[in-house]
């Protein structure tokens, strides 16, 4: 599985959304993963060549997040 991004408020799921489709990244809200342990209950789903592009345009607009891999 590809891997996911986490947050601690809705907020903050649905700004990286926004960020990343403004960005020219193909990502999706989904479910969070239990394990992933999430504050939040959303989770943001990308493509894996998209996402140093897509963690550049998280970091440079402030959307705090955490990456969570399926192991």
């Known amino acids: ?10 907020h903050h799921a649905l ?11 193909a990502a999706e809200i989904q479910p969070a993963p239990a394990a992933a342990r999430a504050k939040c ?3 943001l789903a990308y493509l894996p060549g998209d996402e140093v592009q897509l963690l550049d345009a998280l970091r440079g607009a402030g959307v705090p997040y955490r990456k969570h891999t399926f192991n």
């Open 41 to 43: 209950a959303l989770a």
């Open 1 to 10: 599985m590809n891997p996911v991004l986490v947050f601690d408020t809705t």
């Open 15 to 25: 700004w990286a959304e926004q960020v990343a489709l403004g960005s020219g990244c």
